[in-house]
């Protein structure tokens, strides 16, 4: 099973500013990777995946990059509706699909 | 437009069998381009993979969950469900049902909740 970890825990940036979450694999997973945002009491919305595509109606502020085993989502100008926490997901080699454990992007 | 809906029991006693049923609207279950399947998180921690089936029957499961999953799928009622037995309190969790294009969950039900206590 490849197991993906997701630095920092927690990320505290403010408003308008730009906020860089990392992801790794403990294995490659070459560019099938996903990122999802999830808001308390919502399902995760799917925001990136094959490491930098983005999904349907995501906006442009988001992009995803790394290949192999490091990845980075880029918030680029933090609006108050990104406060979130964001999960990566491979899909490289399943089953299982796996998840990181998720960081919380909070107001700073 | 894409919906999925979870129903089922929200309290299930420890040993018996969960199970839970997602209706799909707005889409086909039998759309030859997805998977449909199931995600499960416990109360503030992350999210874990339960398993998916394609609308022919063909299944996938996580292998820490094998033992005690079973999905299966009714194109006729354009529904699919979950069933997994022996639960424990480690067991309750929200669970999302979720179509996936390959292994990517692109749509997400609302989630429900399901604890496990006698």
């Known amino acids: 099973e490849i197991v993906m970890t997701q630095s920092p825990a927690t990320l505290s940036v403010s408003p308008g500013e730009r906020a860089a979450l990392s992801c790794r694999a403990s294995q490659s997973v070459s560019s099938n990777l996903a990122w999802y945002q999830q808001k308390p009491g919502q399902a995760p919305r799917l925001l990136i995946y094959g490491a930098s595509t983005r999904a349907t109606g995501i906006p442009a502020r988001f992009s995803g990059s790394g290949s192999g085993t490091e990845f980075t989502l880029t918030i680029s100008s933090l609006q108050s509706e990104d406060f979130a926490v964001y999960y990566c997901q491979q899909y490289n080699n399943w089953p299982p699909i796996t998840f990181g454990q998720g960081t919380r992007l909070e107001i700073k | 437009q894409l919906q999925l809906q979870e129903s089922g029991p929200g309290l299930v006693k420890p040993s018996e069998t969960l199970s839970l049923t997602c209706t799909v609207s707005g889409d086909s279950i039998s759309s030859s381009t997805y998977f449909w399947g199931w995600i499960r998180q416990p109360p503030g921690k992350g999210l874990e993979w339960i398993g998916s089936?394609?609308?022919?029957?063909?299944?996938y499961y996580n292998p820490s969950l094998r033992s005690r999953v079973t999905i299966s799928v009714d194109t006729s009622k354009n529904q699919f469900s979950l069933k997994l037995s022996s639960v424990t309190a480690a067991d309750t969790a929200f669970y999302y049902c979720?179509?996936?294009?390959?292994?990517?969950?692109?749509?997400w039900g609302q989630g429900t909740l399901v604890t496990v206590s006698s």
């Open positions: 979720a179509r996936h294009r390959m292994a990517i969950p692109d749509y």
């Open positions: 089936i394609y609308y022919s029957g063909t299944t």
